[in-house]
């Protein structure tokens, strides 16, 4: 899980809450086929977006960071940065010298029509190959769901179970996984890292970070004490030029604490006139787990199969739709073969 995904989430969602405030009902049916009423239809689409998210995180951990000589050089502690740069080169120096890591993160907030949402999730992450990453969300007082994805270097393994579709198991094989990453590294997109991607590249947070200097006007206060724990207070307003994003659209200021023992973001807080719209805790981080490849999978249950994520409608259309972006970008699919030119007027074909 990681902080993008949640803040993602969030922002599509609460997009579709100012588009449509008034409340609406649409007849249903549930999975034994007796009608139902649900409101707005977002519910129903959150159920189904932690999925398509998670198909478009098999690319994560290969969108490279920044090159080095675009940093600047890390400062001898992180006691001693005066500068989100200096910070941020200090996170990322550190981050490049793990190959392992695994968190659990809790997300809460509300959503402009007053709704309330919380996720919780929990990531392990080995090398640029592995990683497996569980989220359970909640919206509301009645809908509920959860996923939980794995990736080796063979394929991506997904389970989703939510009130709409009950639970199924969807596979990705390592061809379309490599098309998948393709794509997504060519928009260098961190909206398309879904749960585990950012996170597993930067597992201290310096990508949330530096996402959010695009549109926030961040400095750095401290080092203080905060519940005990010694903390740079990362903070400023938000950019009076910065288009709507995939953060939280309507926050006007926001606040993250990084520990100053080891550079990890421990609270991201997002506000509006000072209230908060969106908290993102890191509850646990270790950056030295003793993890076996072995443990990298994922099981469905008897009586159940996974089926090629290609025939699971939703998913197919979230991929469908970045390969389009990625072509628009000039984007060259892997899976199709380069054809030669037509033969000029004249000229035998080869």
């Not at 994805?149 to 094989?173: H, K, S, Y």
């Not at 807080?269 to 908290?279: A, F, I």
């Not at 787990?289 to 469905?300: Q, W, Y």
């Amino acid at each position: 899980m990681d902080i993008g995904v949640s803040l993602g989430v969030r922002a599509r969602f609460a997009r579709r809450g100012r588009a449509r405030k008034d409340s609406l009902h649409r007849p249903g049916r549930c999975r034994a086929g007796r009608p139902t009423t649900m409101r707005d239809p977002s519910p129903r689409r959150f159920a189904r977006l932690p999925l398509a998210l998670v198909l478009l995180a098999a690319a994560a951990a290969v969108i490279p960071a920044l090159p080095a000589q675009d940093q600047p050089a890390p400062p001898p502690s992180f006691r001693s940065a005066k500068t989100v740069e200096q910070l941020l080169a200090a996170m990322r120096a550190k981050e490049q010298a793990h190959d392992r890591a695994r968190m659990r993160i809790e997300t809460t907030g509300r959503l402009p029509d007053g709704s309330r949402f919380r996720t919780t999730g929990t990531m392990r992450v080995l090398g640029k190959t592995h990683f497996h990453v569980t989220m359970r969300w909640s919206f509301g007082e009645d809908q509920e769901g959860e996923t939980e994805t794995v990736r080796t270097a063979e394929g991506l393994w997904m389970r989703e179970r939510d009130p709409v579709q009950g639970e199924v198991f969807t596979r990705m094989d390592k061809a379309l996984m490599e098309r998948v990453e393709s794509a997504s590294a060519l928009l260098g997109d961190p909206s398309l890292a879904g749960p585990g991607g950012a996170q597993a590249e930067s597992p201290l947070g310096s990508r949330m970070i530096a996402d959010l200097a695009t549109s926030f006007a961040l400095t750095i206060d401290g080092p203080r004490a905060i519940d005990g724990v010694d903390v740079l207070v990362v903070s400023g307003p938000r950019k009076a030029s910065t288009e709507e994003d995939l953060l939280a659209p309507e926050a006007d200021h926001v606040d993250v604490l990084v520990r100053v023992a080891d550079g990890a973001v421990v609270r991201m807080t997002q506000l509006q006139k000072d209230e908060p719209l969106t908290e993102v805790k890191i509850v646990e981080l270790d950056l030295a787990p003793e993890l076996d490849p072995a443990s990298f999978v994922l099981v469905a249950p008897e009586g159940a199969n996974f089926v090629d994520v290609l025939e699971h409608p939703p998913a197919r259309a979230q991929i469908e739709r970045l390969f389009d972006d990625a072509r628009g970008k000039g984007w060259k699919d892997p899976a199709v073969k380069d054809e030669a030119p037509p033969a000029q007027p004249g000229e035998r074909k080869q």
